[in-house]
């Protein structure tokens, strides 16, 4: 259940009227690194967690409920920083001629640099015209035009690669807010700027600090990599070639094997018929055999000891722990 408080969590703010900076500020509202495409990421990735790890499933809740206050946050800047240009377009709307209806409605004053600004307005209304004439406000788009969609959502039901996958998110939303505070020089518009791209850091370590309770972790999944290419590095390209913790010594993993750099993969290929002629070892095998098993045993018991076999409720009514109601298995 939600409930919609009517305070921003930011007191967004606009010195004055600026429709151009809406337009890019529209990334973060409809794009594929805005606040709605995190909000619908985290809210749907939650819906597999609820039982297994419900302390995940809160965690997803809350950032997801933030993203969307984000998105109000957003979307209030964007039409605080259209102005007048609303009701302006009204009065124009009955002009067949586009550049002369800017002209009467007064929008041609916002534009500087001439004929060459003016142009380049009625261009950016040409590109998106939703935007601009038929309903000026926010548009579930990017600054482009190209509506939202749902392929944005990254739910990939496995948690550590959801997790992952956030972690990669707001890297991005943190990098499009920093370059999007170059473009304006409103002050006020650059606090709430400032304040969603923090945000976005900060969900960064969320994310990372919930990965790391769960162990194991890596790799992601329930299989394990086969040993005869784990640790296999292979130099694809010619001249000279960089060395380091990638490609050579102890790898970042935890069975302390060792990269094996490989000069001449070619020469490899070709000699062992496309890799399926290099022998295993036994111990090897035998060790991610194992693995193998101990994944897929973890991961079915998280899941299968929070299942009943018949009836399943997912809330109680004050719902006072994190964990889904405990209905008895059907005998």
């Known amino acids: 259940m939600f409930h919609h408080v009517k305070e921003l969590q930011f007191n967004a703010r606009v010195s004055k009227p600026d429709p151009k900076f809406a337009a890019l500020l529209l990334e973060q509202f409809g794009g594929a690194n805005g606040e709605l495409k995190a909000a619908m990421q985290y809210f749907t990735q939650a819906f597999s967690c609820r039982q297994p790890y419900p302390d995940k499933y809160d965690m997803l809740m809350d950032i997801a409920t933030e993203e969307f206050s984000h ?5 209030a800047t964007i039409q605080m920083l259209l102005g007048p240009v609303p009701a302006e377009l009204k009065d124009a709307a009955d002009t067949k001629n586009l550049e002369k209806g800017l002209e009467a409605s007064g929008l041609a004053k916002l534009v500087t640099g001439g004929k060459a600004g003016k142009e380049g307005f009625i261009h950016d209304a040409m590109v998106n015209p939703l935007f601009l004439t038929e309903a000026p406000g926010p548009q579930v788009t990017n600054s482009a035009g190209v509506p939202w969609n749902g392929y944005y959502v990254n739910a990939n039901g496995d948690l550590t690669v959801d997790l992952r996958s956030n972690i990669a998110a707001e890297s991005r939303a943190k990098i499009v807010y920093e370059y999007l505070m170059q473009f304006t020089d409103d002050p006020l518009v650059k606090e709430s700027l400032g304040f969603l791209m923090t945000r976005e850091i900060t969900h960064m ?13 890596f790799p992601p999944g329930v299989l394990q990599g086969d040993p005869r290419y784990l640790h296999l590095y292979a130099n694809l390209s010619n001249g000279a070639s960089a060395r380091g913790p990638w490609n050579e010594g102890q790898g ?4 302390g094997g060792q990269w094996e750099y490989d000069e001449d993969p070619v020469n490899t290929v070709r000699r062992t018929r496309g890799l399926t002629n290099v022998q295993p070892s036994r111990a090897g095998s035998d060790k991610v055999d194992e693995l193998n098993k101990k994944m897929s045993d973890i991961r079915k018991r998280e899941i299968s000891e929070v299942l009943p076999d018949g009836e ?3 809330s109680d009514y004050p719902q006072t722990t994190l964990a889904s109601p405990k209905l008895k298995k059907a005998s």
């Open 312 to 314: 399943n409720q997912w």
């Open 71 to 75: 998105l109000e946050i957003v979307g």
């Open 205 to 217: 370590q969320v994310f990372s600090a919930a990965l790391a309770t769960i162990q194991p972790n």
């Open 252 to 255: 970042p993993w935890s069975d």
